[in-house]
């Protein structure tokens, strides 16, 4: 079988299973996202060990698994509790690393601690932020004024349901738009891209093949969000189309970079056609934490 069928093959067993867990939402969606950092995790310190470095693999995954349960309970817990929470958990995270290397014995400890660290800040982080992006409408950022007009008359129980469903297609609306963006991109580079866009990084992009990528996450996040995010208003809907289709490349130009640095093609086998969860996922980690703050900053918290 051809490397295509198999990557053709596996996405569409994939595809039904991610969506179901998606709407399912809540500790399913959670235990999803945790299960994608913590394999993205692996694979970047698997990355770093070729690099002569030792990271904390059980530190590092025990760190993950508690920034993702700050997202879980950030738009739910009480907001002086929330404030307070992901802070708290980072200097813990932080100072258990370095008293773990201390007694650990291993060489390169400057090294061991800095990886360790910056690969739950990096994957941990951002990846479970799709966790934020999926609660973001549960808790309470229902009564942000934006929403308001689209809530008037509506029960606890309708507003909650409504707060589901809009956190639901922002996951799909923000997926779809890097998978657009990642399609665009090669397809247009592959047939008119002679501009390099980093060669030292990354030899087969083009500029030619990221600004139609770009253009086509724009266009596509403005689409579906006037359909399926109605409270959205068109300027901040073209502002994130251009965050995926921006920041997402930049995503997959630090992997690139990172295997680069370690000499390998792909962060690991284990999806079979498509390489490593943080090859798959390498633009969404980029993307959701900075459609996640855009959100909650600029539309959300705005008055």
């Not at 409408?137 to 008037?152: E, I, K, N, W």
């Not at 390099?196 to 030899?203: H, N, W």
Request: with cysteine; glycine share 10%; proline share 5%.
């Amino acid at each position: 079988m051809s490397n295509t069928a198999t990557r053709i093959i596996v996405a569409l067993i994939a595809a039904p299973i991610i969506i179901g867990l998606v709407i399912a939402g809540h500790w399913w969606f959670w235990g999803f996202v945790q299960l994608l950092a913590l394999l993205s995790l692996k694979e970047l310190y698997d990355l770093g060990t070729n690099t002569s470095a030792l990271p904390q693999y059980w530190t590092g995954y025990a760190g993950s698994l508690l920034i993702g349960l700050y997202f879980m309970l950030a738009d739910t817990a009480p907001q002086a509790f929330a404030q307070l929470l992901f802070p708290a958990l980072v200097l813990s995270f932080v100072l258990g690393v370095l008293i773990i290397e201390l007694l650990r014995n291993k060489p390169h400890p400057l090294w061991n601690a800095a990886i360790t660290i910056f690969g739950v800040m990096y994957i941990g982080t951002c990846v479970t932020s799709l966790v934020g992006l999926r609660m973001a409408f549960t808790g309470r950022m229902l009564s942000a004024p934006v929403l308001q007009p689209f809530l008037s008359n509506s029960s606890l129980e309708e507003r909650l349901h409504i707060g589901n469903v809009w956190g639901t297609w922002l996951v799909f609306v923000t997926f779809l738009s890097i998978w657009t963006c990642d399609s665009l991109a090669f397809f247009a580079g592959k047939a008119f891209g002679n501009h390099k866009l980093f060669p030292r990084v990354s030899p087969n992009k083009s500029w030619e093949g990221a600004i139609v990528g770009f253009l086509g996450a724009s266009i596509l996040f403005l689409v579906l969000s006037r359909y399926l995010l109605p409270f959205l208003p068109p300027l901040h809907a073209v502002v994130l189309g251009g965050i995926v289709g921006a920041i997402g490349q930049l995503g997959d130009l630090v992997e690139s970079l990172f295997k680069r640095d370690a000499g390998v093609k792909d962060s690991s086998n284990i999806i079979p056609g498509h390489g490593g969860v943080y090859d798959r996922f390498d633009a969404a980690m980029f993307v959701a934490p900075v459609v996640y703050l855009y959100i909650h900053f600029f539309l959300l918290f705005a008055r």
